[in-house]
């Protein structure tokens, strides 16, 4: 059973528009929620994260909401760039020094 | 300052073989974790590390993966010995101790089993 649930697995948008990135989890226990960015052959990088305490947190083009009581949270690309292809992974954890549980990614492709 | 670097990129191993794989976390980093990247089963944690005490030591990975934090800058994960399903990107990442949530992660190593 997937600990923490992306959608969609693809998503394609023109340069300008914003893509939204979803992601739901199952442990209530979870209070951190990183994204992380990832290009072919690379590491993941840290874009942005948020803690159970907060609803919302942005990061230039990019911002994270969370609601709680549904298990859910959103990535928003706003202003979506030709450098912002990649696939995106959410994360979730019950604290610092924790391990990480990751969804599979949602691979978003921006056309200029 | 360097971020998280791992060595080989790349390794290919025959069934049966055992390898190293070796990360240097971020210098002042304490926490280190050792993941497994495939397209089927996305990213796994094998093993990590709160500073250097093994917290978590493989799971269902356990009987050929063995981790070890040898000092605060250089750990390795052995895998004893290698099986063709071992083929995947094994990622090192770490963060500071007390209070550090970031963790950040290097390039990773690409393991080919044949």
């Known amino acids: 059973q997937q600990q923490v649930r992306q959608s969609p697995q693809s998503l394609t948008v023109w340069e300008g528009e914003t893509a939204i990135l979803n992601c739901s989890y199952e442990?209530?226990?979870?209070?951190?929620f990183p994204w992380y960015q990832q290009f072919p052959g690379e590491g993941p990088a840290l874009l942005i994260s948020?803690?159970?305490?907060?609803d919302k947190k942005e990061d230039g083009r990019f911002t994270i909401f969370f609601n709680k009581r549904e298990k859910k949270l959103s990535l928003h690309i706003t202003d979506s760039q030709p450098g912002d292809s990649a696939t995106y992974f959410c994360?979730?954890?019950?604290?610092?020094?924790?391990?990480?549980?990751f969804g599979l990614g949602t691979r978003v492709s921006v056309f200029p | 300052d360097a971020g998280v670097t791992q060595t080989p990129r790349h390794e290919v191993a025959e069934k049966g073989q055992t390898i190293i794989l070796k990360c240097e976390p971020v210098?002042?980093?304490?926490?280190l974790f050792w993941y497994r990247q495939t397209k089927i089963q996305g990213l796994e944690l094998l093993s990590y590390?709160?500073?250097?005490?093994?917290?978590?030591d493989g799971g269902a990975f356990k009987d050929r993966f063995k981790a070890e934090m040898l000092n605060s800058s250089f750990s390795t994960l052995k895998i004893q010995p290698t099986e063709p399903k071992d083929s995947a990107v094994y990622l090192c990442?770490?963060?500071?101790?007390?209070?550090?949530?970031?963790?950040?992660f290097g390039p990773g190593t690409r393991l080919t089993v044949l």
């Open positions: 210098s002042g980093h304490n926490d």
């Open positions: 590390f709160r500073s250097k005490s093994l917290m978590e």
């Open positions: 990442a770490s963060s500071r101790d007390w209070g550090g949530f970031e963790q950040y």
């Open positions: 948020i803690r159970s305490v907060s």
């Open positions: 442990d209530s226990t979870f209070n951190y």
């Open positions: 994360a979730a954890s019950e604290g610092y020094a924790q391990g990480l549980t």
